[in-house]
């Protein structure tokens, strides 16, 4: 049964590493089912992973460090919001300044406040979010072959903010299809006009799109620097925020095949790690750095529509003029 395990454990990698990309993509699907364009995912989940780190630090609470992160990262999308709501700034511009800004900022006060080359110093103890056993896991693995191999590997044994990212997955699909403020939020994106029209808030709808989008990038950073590693590393992010960005629109703007498309991303993520030093038959040992490639390629390939067809809300990245 040694081929269960190893399936078992590529899964739980898998998982793990899938939920900052799962954070990401339910942040830029709430922003843009609002028609407010958002590749600035990544500088938020940057500048949250800093300020959780440096907050569970300083107060030795991994929840505090979690406070810190979201409510950075919140900072910053409401940033993106003024330029883009209010001024009616141009998206794509603002969301670049947020990804130089956070990748600049968090290396400077880094280096200034702990002089580690921009790293935190390493979070131990109650700083760090520890690893949960659910119920029934341990008696499940002992009593349950098959399954309870991958119930206490692959669903139990995780962080808390790994069940709140899933949580958050479930609230985004029940709030956006089943609730008034959803289908308000989704016709904003689609026909702002229409909505205005009716007496709502087109301004309103989109800036609590744009702080739910930062308090998800909030979680999603804070994981990363709380839970997954033990403190900040420059430039921690590596990309995730656009791999998520490619995930929103390989699964057309809808949160159940966006997890799908994390996954994905997760499990190539988890295959490159165990096949690291590898030697294939009839190949040889695979370069690192073609391994480590691979979750890159396949956000070219979903990308460069070659999966799929996708259609964005038709006021997606339009800012909204009330006429008169």
Known sequence: MEWVQTIAVVLDSAVRLSVPLLCAAL??????????VDIGLEGK?????????????????AWAGLGAGILASVMLALVHG????????NQIVSGVAINMLAAGLTVILGNAW?????????????????????????????HVPVVGTFYDEVVSGHAAPVYLAFGCLLLTALVLKRTRFGLRLRAVGENPAAVDTAGISVAGLRYGAVIICGALCGLGGTYL?????AGFLPHMT??????????????????????????????LDAVAIRLQGVILPGIGQVPVQAIQALPYLMTVILLAGFIGKSTPPKASGLPYVKER
């Open 27 to 36: 942040a830029g699907l709430w922003s843009e089912r609002a028609g407010i």
């Open 45 to 61: 989940m940057l500048i949250a992973a800093f300020a959780s780190a440096v907050a569970a630090f300083a107060t030795g609470s």
């Open 82 to 89: 003024f330029a883009a709501i209010t001024w009616r700034g």
């Open 114 to 142: 702990y002089g580690q080359g921009g790293r935190t110093p390493s979070l131990e103890g109650p700083a760090r979010f520890p690893d949960l056993t659910l119920p029934l896991g341990a008696w499940a693995r002992e």
């Open 225 to 229: 620097a709380v839970s997954q590693s």
């Open 238 to 267: 590596a990309g995730k925020g656009f791999i998520a960005l490619a995930a929103v629109i390989f699964a057309n703007w809808r949160p159940w095949p966006a997890l799908g498309a994390c996954l994905l991303f997760g499990l």
